[in-house]
Nanobody
Framework: QVQLVESGGGSVQAGGSLRISCAGSGRTFSTATMGWFRQAPGKEREFVALINWTGRFTRYADSVKGRFTISRDNAKNTVDLQMNSLKPEDTAVYTC????????????????WGQGTQVTVSS
């Protein structure tokens, strides 16, 4: 019902910025909580940021607060993650996810997932 496709990943130097996007399809996209998660090699998937369906409420992991900003445009069915002051430890595959039932940072509760986009930050 909801399909998600990420784009905008790439390689940047520490301190740089990158903006990644998630394009959604399906009628329920505009009513879903959208989250960004990331997974580094050998590590568990972790929560990065979320935004509720209206865009009024956002939440961030402590590790990215003040550096990352999540936003959405329901008219275009997109959600973006602006990443500033990037650090090598931000290197991971970033994946967007959607959930129509809850407002949560727990990845196991999200229903729909994109394929992920690689973000690499060099020192």
């Amino acid at each position: 019902q909801v399909q998600l496709v990420e784009s905008g990943g790439g390689s940047v130097q520490a301190g740089g910025s990158l903006r990644i996007s998630c394009a959604g399809s399906g009628r329920t996209f505009s009513t879903a909580t959208m989250g960004w998660f990331r997974q580094a090699p050998g590590k568990e998937r972790e929560f990065v940021a979320l935004i509720n369906w209206t865009g009024r409420f956002t939440r961030y992991a402590d590790s990215v607060k003040g550096r990352f900003t999540i936003s959405r445009d329901n008219a275009k069915n997109t959600v973006d993650l602006q990443m500033n002051s990037l650090k090598p430890e931000d290197t991971a595959v970033y994946t967007c996810a959607a959930d129509v039932h809850t407002l949560t940072s727990s990845p196991e509760l999200y229903e729909y997932w994109g394929q992920g986009t690689q973000v690499t930050v060099s020192s």
